[in-house]
């Protein structure tokens, strides 16, 4: 190729890139117009709806022919659509903080950069956030693939009434952090949230044995820590390391190499069917012999697969306990009204928490490991 050449298409790039922007423009118009349309004929419409995101997105990934990478189109349509929607309002999404969390990065993946991130410092503090309506929506981690369910999380739902309205699948790769001036060899603590420590167990234990395992809110907390220690360490995310300005030491240390967590998206209201949902159910079962076996006989008699059972202590009544499930489909389709019926009759109480889409694994978006 000669230099003549390399020139020309650098030209051509030029051209279509001007001509991508000024589509982008014309696109943000068109939802602007439709703001002020919702504006003045149906004020009290909500001004998202995640059915019509979905359905655009799906539309585009199936409609790409490529040679632009099918992955990459979601990534970028979702900041389109959140920068055009951030002209009408932006979102605001609550979030176990602070910024650099997985959770972070699970709540941008969802709602794109152009939301307001509003980071909260406790998971019963995101649960707050969307039910006093200081917030639209609100993320927090549920179950991760190596270290089972998220207890607070779990323990938030007894007393709210929020309800789950979407999940999020996010590849969770954990990398260990250090000051720019420390050696792996001098590092004597190791901060990070529980959770992340617990997937880097064998890791720790064969490459820092001596070093403390000190326990903090977040892993983007454990970075901060670690900043300020001269001898501390983090496990976070490699955005936490360039928040804080540390050096990554090395990458992908937990010991399931498939790791990922699973998040859900708190709003007012469920979503709607899309013919591959899942519901989530908190039932309290009756004392006595076979409470168990009553609670899943409706949902078995139906062929309604159930994809997770989790028990958690009430906290009211001594050795009382409460039942989470997950089932496929939806609270709207015949069979599983019919197994929430009979569930009702069985159960002491029974609670939808949500039906909503399952999610499928979402790459990371570039720069954001």
């Known amino acids: 190729m000669t230099p003549s050449d390399l020139s020309s298409l650098r030209q051509a790039i030029d051209a279509v890139d001007d001509q991508v922007l000024a589509l982008l423009n014309h696109r943000a118009g068109l939802a602007a117009e439709v703001g002020r349309l919702k504006a003045v004929s149906a004020p009290e419409a909500p001004f998202h709806v995640p059915r019509r995101e979905r359905e655009v997105l799906a539309r585009l990934e199936a409609a790409n022919p490529g040679p632009f990478p099918s992955a990459a ?73 190596t270290e089972g369910a998220v207890e607070s999380t779990l323990d938030a ?54 070093a403390d395992r000190v326990e903090a809110p977040s892993t983007s907390e454990a970075a901060r820590l670690a900043r300020e220690d001269a001898e501390g360490a983090a496990v976070a995310s490699e955005m936490a390391a360039e928040l804080f300005g540390l050096k990554v030491a090395e990458t992908k240390i937990q010991d399931l190499a498939a790791n990922a967590t699973r998040f859900i998206v708190l709003g007012p209201k469920a979503s709607e069917p899309t013919g591959r949902d899942r519901t989530t159910l908190l039932a309290m079962a ?17 062929g309604l697969n159930l994809s997770r059972i989790q028990s958690r202590p009430t ?54 490991k």
Not at 126 to 136: C, K, L, N, W
Not at 333 to 362: F, H, I
Request: proline letters at 7%; aromatic letters at 8%; charged letters at 20%.
């Open 73 to 145: 189109v979601r990534t970028v349509f979702q900041e389109v659509m959140s920068a055009c929607l951030s002209l009408e309002k932006p979102l605001r999404v609550a979030f176990l903080g602070p910024e650099g969390t997985f959770t972070h990065l699970a709540a941008r993946q969802q709602f794109g950069g152009s939301s307001q991130a509003l980071p909260q410092g406790t998971i019963a503090a995101v649960f707050q956030a969307v039910e006093r309506q200081r917030a639209d929506y609100g993320v927090v981690p549920v179950e991760n693939a």
């Open 157 to 210: 739902f007894l007393d709210s009434p929020v309800r789950i309205c979407a999940e999020i699948l996010l590849p969770v790769d954990q990398a260990l952090l250090l000051r720019p001036d420390l050696d792996l060899g001098s590092v004597r603590r190791v901060y990070s949230h529980p959770q992340a420590l617990g997937q880097c167990r064998r890791w720790l234990e064969t490459n820092l044995p001596h």
């Open 286 to 302: 009756q004392d006595g012999p076979g409470a168990l076996l009553r609670l899943l006989e409706p949902l078995a008699r139906r």
């Open 315 to 368: 906290r009211r009544k001594l050795w009382e306990y409460a039942f989470f499930l997950d089932v496929e489909g939806h609270e709207a389709d015949p069979l599983m009204a019919e197994a929430l019926t009979d569930l009702r009759d069985a159960c002491a109480s029974l609670k939808v928490l949500g039906s909503y889409p399952q999610a499928t694994m979402q790459p990371l978006a570039e720069g954001a």
